[in-house]
Protein backbone atom coordinates (compact mmCIF):
# COMPACT_ATOMS: atom_id res chain seq x y z
CA UNK A 1 0.00 0.00 0.00
CA UNK A 2 0.96 3.64 -1.13
CA UNK A 3 2.31 5.86 1.72
CA UNK A 4 -0.15 8.50 2.85
CA UNK A 5 1.77 12.36 1.92
CA UNK A 6 0.47 15.44 3.31
CA UNK A 7 2.01 18.51 1.80
CA UNK A 8 0.92 22.18 3.12
CA UNK A 9 0.73 24.78 0.52
CA UNK A 10 0.57 21.73 -1.86
CA UNK A 11 -1.61 23.37 -4.78
CA UNK A 12 0.96 26.18 -6.00
CA UNK A 13 4.45 26.72 -6.62
CA UNK A 14 6.87 24.90 -4.38
CA UNK A 15 3.99 23.04 -2.27
CA UNK A 16 2.44 21.73 -6.20
CA UNK A 17 5.91 20.94 -7.16
CA UNK A 18 6.30 18.79 -4.53
CA UNK A 19 3.37 16.98 -4.74
CA UNK A 20 3.20 15.55 -7.96
CA UNK A 21 7.12 14.66 -7.46
CA UNK A 22 5.76 12.99 -4.67
CA UNK A 23 2.71 11.53 -6.68
CA UNK A 24 5.03 10.21 -9.33
CA UNK A 25 7.24 8.81 -6.61
CA UNK A 26 4.25 6.41 -5.85
CA UNK A 27 2.87 8.19 -3.04
CA UNK A 28 -0.79 8.84 -2.02
CA UNK A 29 -0.76 12.33 -2.01
CA UNK A 30 -3.04 14.86 -0.25
CA UNK A 31 -2.26 18.39 -1.27
CA UNK A 32 -3.14 21.13 1.53
CA UNK A 33 -4.93 24.70 0.76
CA UNK A 34 -5.65 28.15 2.63
CA UNK A 35 -8.62 29.64 0.35
CA UNK A 36 -7.98 29.46 -3.63
CA UNK A 37 -10.60 27.64 -3.83
CA UNK A 38 -10.67 28.05 -7.60
CA UNK A 39 -6.71 26.87 -8.19
CA UNK A 40 -7.14 23.87 -5.75
CA UNK A 41 -9.61 22.21 -7.73
CA UNK A 42 -7.84 23.08 -11.31
CA UNK A 43 -5.23 21.68 -9.75
CA UNK A 44 -7.08 17.86 -8.20
CA UNK A 45 -8.61 18.17 -11.82
CA UNK A 46 -4.94 18.67 -13.55
CA UNK A 47 -3.18 16.65 -11.32
CA UNK A 48 -5.72 13.66 -9.45
CA UNK A 49 -4.54 14.53 -6.08
CA UNK A 50 -6.74 15.15 -3.53
CA UNK A 51 -6.57 19.03 -2.02
CA UNK A 52 -8.02 20.06 1.36
CA UNK A 53 -8.74 23.20 2.48
CA UNK A 54 -8.32 24.17 6.15
CA UNK A 55 -5.51 26.95 7.82
CA UNK A 56 -2.85 25.83 9.00
CA UNK A 57 -2.18 28.29 11.91
CA UNK A 58 -5.44 26.75 13.27
CA UNK A 59 -4.25 24.34 15.85
CA UNK A 60 -8.02 22.54 15.81
CA UNK A 61 -8.54 23.28 12.05
CA UNK A 62 -5.11 21.04 11.70
CA UNK A 63 -6.55 18.67 13.81
CA UNK A 64 -10.03 18.33 12.22
CA UNK A 65 -8.37 18.72 8.69
CA UNK A 66 -5.41 15.57 9.14
CA UNK A 67 -8.29 13.56 10.64
CA UNK A 68 -9.80 13.98 7.38
CA UNK A 69 -7.28 12.78 5.18
CA UNK A 70 -6.62 10.00 7.59
CA UNK A 71 -10.29 8.81 6.98
CA UNK A 72 -10.14 9.45 3.30
CA UNK A 73 -6.70 8.17 2.70
CA UNK A 74 -5.16 6.35 5.30
CA UNK A 75 -2.47 7.14 7.93
CA UNK A 76 -0.07 9.93 7.05
CA UNK A 77 3.14 8.58 7.04
CA UNK A 78 5.17 11.57 5.02
CA UNK A 79 4.67 15.24 5.98
CA UNK A 80 5.73 18.08 4.56
CA UNK A 81 5.25 21.00 6.14
CA UNK A 82 5.77 23.93 2.90
CA UNK A 83 3.09 26.49 3.76
CA UNK A 84 3.93 30.08 4.11
CA UNK A 85 3.20 33.83 3.65
CA UNK A 86 5.50 37.16 3.77
CA UNK A 87 3.88 40.18 4.92
CA UNK A 88 7.53 42.37 4.40
CA UNK A 89 8.13 45.63 6.10
CA UNK A 90 10.48 47.26 8.05
CA UNK A 91 10.63 46.58 12.09
CA UNK A 92 10.03 50.26 12.81
CA UNK A 93 6.93 50.00 10.47
CA UNK A 94 5.38 46.67 11.38
CA UNK A 95 2.41 45.92 12.71
CA UNK A 96 1.69 43.11 14.76
CA UNK A 97 -0.82 41.76 12.39
CA UNK A 98 1.60 41.27 10.20
CA UNK A 99 4.32 39.86 12.50
CA UNK A 100 1.79 37.62 14.12
CA UNK A 101 -0.31 36.11 10.91
CA UNK A 102 3.92 34.94 9.56
CA UNK A 103 4.54 33.70 12.94
CA UNK A 104 1.46 31.87 13.01
CA UNK A 105 1.22 30.82 9.38
CA UNK A 106 4.62 29.90 8.62
CA UNK A 107 6.31 28.71 12.43
CA UNK A 108 3.37 27.83 14.32
CA UNK A 109 1.49 25.71 11.76
CA UNK A 110 4.99 23.30 12.10
CA UNK A 111 3.67 22.73 15.12
CA UNK A 112 0.05 22.15 14.27
CA UNK A 113 0.27 19.41 11.90
CA UNK A 114 3.68 17.98 13.51
CA UNK A 115 1.52 17.31 16.81
CA UNK A 116 -1.40 15.99 14.65
CA UNK A 117 0.70 13.38 13.13
CA UNK A 118 3.51 12.71 15.37
CA UNK A 119 2.05 9.64 17.91
CA UNK A 120 0.34 7.44 14.62
CA UNK A 121 4.39 7.95 13.28
CA UNK A 122 5.89 6.94 16.87
CA UNK A 123 3.27 4.09 16.92
CA UNK A 124 3.85 2.73 13.31
CA UNK A 125 7.63 3.36 13.81
CA UNK A 126 7.78 5.06 10.80
CA UNK A 127 7.62 8.69 9.61
CA UNK A 128 9.50 11.61 7.13
CA UNK A 129 8.77 14.50 8.35
CA UNK A 130 10.52 17.96 5.97
CA UNK A 131 10.00 21.79 6.86
CA UNK A 132 10.88 24.04 4.56
CA UNK A 133 13.00 26.89 5.64
CA UNK A 134 14.52 29.46 3.76
CA UNK A 135 18.23 30.93 3.09
CA UNK A 136 16.19 34.01 4.18
CA UNK A 137 16.00 32.14 7.62
CA UNK A 138 19.88 31.01 7.52
CA UNK A 139 21.06 34.57 6.35
CA UNK A 140 18.12 37.04 7.25
CA UNK A 141 17.11 39.61 5.32
CA UNK A 142 16.19 43.14 5.24
CA UNK A 143 12.45 43.99 5.71
CA UNK A 144 11.79 40.51 6.77
CA UNK A 145 12.19 39.83 10.52
CA UNK A 146 8.75 38.33 10.78
CA UNK A 147 9.55 35.85 7.65
CA UNK A 148 13.36 35.29 9.05
CA UNK A 149 12.57 34.66 11.97
CA UNK A 150 9.67 32.43 11.65
CA UNK A 151 11.78 30.37 9.20
CA UNK A 152 15.11 30.34 11.34
CA UNK A 153 12.57 28.89 13.81
CA UNK A 154 12.07 25.96 11.89
CA UNK A 155 15.60 25.27 11.30
CA UNK A 156 15.75 24.79 15.33
CA UNK A 157 12.02 23.32 15.74
CA UNK A 158 13.89 20.65 12.71
CA UNK A 159 16.79 19.63 14.99
CA UNK A 160 14.99 19.54 18.17
CA UNK A 161 12.12 17.00 16.76
CA UNK A 162 14.42 15.11 14.91
CA UNK A 163 16.15 14.38 18.25
CA UNK A 164 13.08 12.97 19.75
CA UNK A 165 12.17 10.71 16.56
CA UNK A 166 14.76 9.33 15.78
CA UNK A 167 14.52 6.42 18.05
CA UNK A 168 10.98 6.05 16.86
CA UNK A 169 12.24 5.69 12.77
CA UNK A 170 11.09 9.11 12.27
CA UNK A 171 13.72 11.27 11.07
CA UNK A 172 12.96 15.38 10.95
CA UNK A 173 15.10 17.67 8.63
CA UNK A 174 14.48 20.72 6.52
CA UNK A 175 15.16 22.24 2.82
CA UNK A 176 16.40 25.48 2.86
CA UNK A 177 15.46 26.90 -0.88
CA UNK A 178 16.99 30.47 -1.83
CA UNK A 179 14.90 32.39 -4.47
CA UNK A 180 12.65 30.15 -6.59
CA UNK A 181 10.59 31.07 -9.23
CA UNK A 182 7.27 31.07 -7.91
CA UNK A 183 4.59 33.55 -8.51
CA UNK A 184 5.96 35.17 -5.40
CA UNK A 185 9.08 35.65 -6.78
CA UNK A 186 8.34 36.62 -9.93
CA UNK A 187 6.31 39.52 -8.69
CA UNK A 188 9.31 41.11 -7.59
CA UNK A 189 10.24 44.44 -9.94
CA UNK A 190 12.29 43.57 -12.53
CA UNK A 191 14.97 45.88 -11.39
CA UNK A 192 15.49 44.20 -7.95
CA UNK A 193 14.78 40.54 -9.12
CA UNK A 194 18.07 41.34 -11.84
CA UNK A 195 20.21 42.26 -8.77
CA UNK A 196 18.98 39.30 -6.87
CA UNK A 197 19.98 37.06 -9.28
CA UNK A 198 23.58 38.31 -9.57
CA UNK A 199 24.33 37.08 -5.86
CA UNK A 200 23.49 33.74 -7.21
CA UNK A 201 26.99 31.85 -8.22
CA UNK A 202 24.70 29.66 -10.76
CA UNK A 203 23.27 33.37 -12.35
CA UNK A 204 19.65 31.83 -11.77
CA UNK A 205 17.12 31.85 -9.88
CA UNK A 206 15.80 28.03 -8.62
CA UNK A 207 13.21 26.26 -9.85
CA UNK A 208 10.46 24.11 -7.83
CA UNK A 209 11.60 21.10 -9.03
CA UNK A 210 14.75 21.29 -7.33
CA UNK A 211 13.21 21.70 -3.97
CA UNK A 212 10.98 19.26 -5.01
CA UNK A 213 13.82 16.56 -5.76
CA UNK A 214 15.40 17.66 -2.50
CA UNK A 215 12.27 16.58 -0.72
CA UNK A 216 12.17 13.02 -2.22
CA UNK A 217 15.91 12.23 -1.21
CA UNK A 218 14.81 13.05 2.33
CA UNK A 219 11.48 11.35 2.29
CA UNK A 220 12.59 7.86 0.69
CA UNK A 221 12.17 4.79 2.93
CA UNK A 222 16.30 4.39 2.67
CA UNK A 223 17.23 8.16 3.81
CA UNK A 224 16.45 6.69 7.11
CA UNK A 225 20.01 7.65 8.42
CA UNK A 226 19.42 11.34 7.72
CA UNK A 227 17.75 13.50 10.08
CA UNK A 228 18.38 16.61 12.16
CA UNK A 229 19.90 18.22 8.83
CA UNK A 230 19.15 20.97 6.73
CA UNK A 231 19.53 20.67 3.22
CA UNK A 232 20.59 24.16 1.38
CA UNK A 233 19.15 24.83 -2.22
CA UNK A 234 20.00 28.04 -3.37
CA UNK A 235 22.00 27.99 -5.92
CA UNK A 236 25.24 28.88 -3.73
CA UNK A 237 23.86 32.19 -2.63
CA UNK A 238 24.51 31.19 1.28
CA UNK A 239 26.64 28.23 2.16
CA UNK A 240 25.74 27.84 5.98
Given at each position: ?????????????????ISLALKEAGYTVAANYAGNDKAAEAFTQAT???????????YEAVAAGIQQIEQDLGPVDVLINNAGITRDATMHKMSFENWDKVIQTNLASCFNTCHAVINGMRERGFGRIVNVGSVNGQAGQYGQV????????IHGFTKALAKEGAAK????????????????????????????????????LGEPEDIARSVLFLVADEASFITGSTLSVNGGQHMY
Open positions: MARVALVTGGTRGIGEAGIHAYKFDVSDNYAAAKSGGITVNAVAPGYVSTDMVRAVPEDVLAKIIKTIPVGR
